[in-house]
């Protein structure tokens, strides 16, 4: 079993000059996806498919800072190079001055942030457009819009059939239950969440199941956190502590980028969203409003920090 953290993606992105080449992509997103794709091809050409089950996925997704239609052309995605430069010299701050690093962070964060506003305020842009520009990594109001959540899933190889493309609804919790059945182990262990999906890969029709939804929390300071569920049909969301608190809901089917809250005008679809949601979270060990003592605080921001995301 190998597995490997790709970090490739995380912002600030930097190119390397053979892909710095609009035939790559439009923003810098899109030609890191373009290298990464050389890469994965590479990668691929050393490997027994016979033999080996390969999957490609992803823990969550980002707002890419560029808009490109026929009628507006935006960039406001950072120079990637300088970027890590600084973040590198603020990994040599002593961890005395960590504090201190962390509100000098914030206060850049919201200069940066206002500086984009200016920049976009007079423009017609869409909800859509406009969180894509706007959105940092540091903002306090978490949100679970499709951006962030919906991810690539690729299963290859061992004793799966090719080019099979599924347009259900599946969730990452559905992994392991598809690994464990595509290599033959039927003892699965017991409280697995999720569903094999192989049958789904064989052109068998399973139940479609909501997927549960939430963000993750800030360890510098407070932040308004956000859970919900997700149906091929509707998006649903709302504040972490308060169900009658920052309500969302967006039908997926006439409005896929998620511009329009309709949570006032379809209450009884919120109520039937809320049933979902209470139901996952009575029948699992999920705690939302979980929180960490001083100990597990240092091993999550050590992990975070292993991972670039301090």
């Known amino acids: 079993f190998y597995y490997i953290h790709i970090e490739d993606f995380h912002f600030p992105i930097t190119l390397s000059k053979e892909f710095d080449n609009e035939k790559f992509g439009t923003s810098k997103y899109e030609k890191k996806v373009s290298t990464l794709d050389e890469w994965i091809g590479k990668i691929l050409e050393k490997i027994d ?33 300088l970027q890590t430069h600084v973040r590198n010299l603020g990994n040599l701050i002593p961890k005395p001055l960590q504090p201190l690093k962390s509100k000098l962070f914030f206060f850049l964060e919201n200069i940066r942030k206002k500086r984009k506003y200016e920049k ?27 951006e962030l959540v919906r991810v690539p899933l690729l299963f290859l190889g ?16 559905d992994i392991l239950p598809t ?55 509707f998006k649903f969301f709302r504040d972490v502590n308060n169900p009658k608190n920052l309500v969302h809901l967006y039908d997926l089917k006439n409005d896929p980028h998620e511009n329009n809250n309709i949570a006032n005008i379809k209450p009884e679809i919120v109520t039937q969203m809320e049933k ?29 920090r292993k991972l670039g995301y301090l």
């Open 49 to 81: 498919l016979k033999n080996t089950l390969v999957i490609i996925t992803a823990d969550h997704g980002a707002f890419i800072k560029s808009v490109n239609n026929e009628n507006l052309k935006i960039d406001l995605e950072v120079n990637g190079e």
């Open 120 to 146: 976009i305020r007079d423009l017609e842009l869409t909800p859509y457009e406009k969180r894509a520009l706007l959105w940092q990594r540091s903002d306090s109001e978490h949100f679970l819009y499709d």
């Open 158 to 173: 061992y004793n799966l059939k090719k080019n099979i493309k599924i347009s259900q609804q599946v969730r990452i919790v």
């Open 179 to 233: 690994i464990l059945d595509v290599i033959g182990i039927t003892d699965n262990p017991e409280n697995v969440d999720g569903q094999s999906l192989l049958p789904l890969i064989e052109g068998k029709q399973i139940t479609e199941e909501p997927a549960y939804l939430e963000t993750h929390y800030l360890i510098e300071r407070e932040s308004q956190d956000k859970i919900g569920v997700r149906t091929s049909k």
């Open 276 to 304: 979902i949601l209470q139901n996952i979270l009575q029948n699992s060990t999920i705690t939302p409003d979980n929180e960490f003592d001083e100990e597990e605080t240092k091993i999550i921001e050590n992990e975070l």
